[in-house]
């Protein structure tokens, strides 16, 4: 069972780049999000989609952009990369409220800006 | 706003021997689930155990149990017997209500380092 796969798992961007982190997962899970987790914190909320072709915005949204074509994937895109970006990201999926209530996490992105 | 306490930075616990740790939650709607993610050295998030608000028993996975005390809020994870393989950050998670995009967000607390000492 492949689950929630991110890609890429580690990578080293120069402040103002752009990149995308995808998430794909293969559950059919409607709703997807995106975390980011700093030293010494759990997990703050970006972006979530409760479907394809919808989005909408979490906690720390600033810098991201989402977008949601298939329900497989969730790809989360830093427009012009900032040191405060340094963090690991985590793709999560759910299958919603009825589902048994567990949201899957992949396993990390490690993200860090110079 | 929902709000996740964890009030342990690190643990210590023998091997074997049973740990608590502790999770209490504020949040004003009815209607929540509670999780408790394992996060080790390697850095993926391991779904443990959950608690809905409406569940009458305390939910147990295995070594895991979730001691619900709604009254006080708090949903503090259990390890029994424990191995040197749980060596690692706990979080205690809420999910919203079960009705819009609050039901599958989670909000997390900052963690509990574990350490089993051999």
């Known amino acids: 069972n492949a689950g929630v796969t991110q890609t890429p798992k580690f990578q080293v961007l120069k402040t103002g780049q752009s990149m995308t982190l995808q998430c794909a997962q293969d559950?059919?899970?409607?709703?997807m999000s995106w975390y980011r987790q700093d030293p010494g914190m759990g997990l703050r909320l970006i972006h979530y989609?409760?479907?394809?072709?919808?989005?909408d915005q979490g906690e720390v949204p600033n810098g991201y952009n989402v977008s949601r074509s298939t329900t497989e994937d969730f790809p989360l895109r830093l427009l012009s990369a900032a040191p405060s970006q340094t963090s690991v990201y985590f793709c999560?999926?759910?299958?919603?409220?009825?589902?048994?209530?567990?949201?899957?996490f992949g396993e990390g992105s490690w993200l860090t800006v110079v | 706003a929902q709000k996740i306490t964890q009030t342990q930075p690190g643990m210590f616990v023998q091997e074997k021997e049973a740990v608590t740790l502790d999770c209490t939650y504020d949040?004003?709607?009815?209607?929540?689930?509670l999780f408790w993610y394992k996060q080790p050295s390697s850095g993926e998030m391991i779904f443990l155990i959950y608690?809905?608000?409406?569940?009458?028993q305390n939910a147990t996975e295995g070594r895991y149990s979730l001691n619900f005390q709604k009254a006080r809020k708090s949903a503090n994870l259990v390890i029994s017997a424990s191995q040197l393989g749980d060596s690692a950050m706990y979080f205690c998670?809420?999910?919203?209500?079960?009705?819009?995009?609050?039901?599958?967000?989670?909000?997390f607390g900052k963690g509990t380092k574990l350490s089993v000492i051999p």
């Open positions: 989609s409760v479907g394809a072709g919808i989005t």
């Open positions: 559950m059919n899970h409607e709703y």
């Open positions: 998670a809420m999910r919203g209500p079960d009705s819009g995009a609050g039901s599958y967000q989670l909000t």
């Open positions: 608690q809905g608000s409406y569940d009458q």
């Open positions: 999560a999926s759910s299958a919603g409220i009825t589902s048994g209530n567990t949201i899957y």
């Open positions: 949040t004003s709607d009815p209607s929540y689930g």
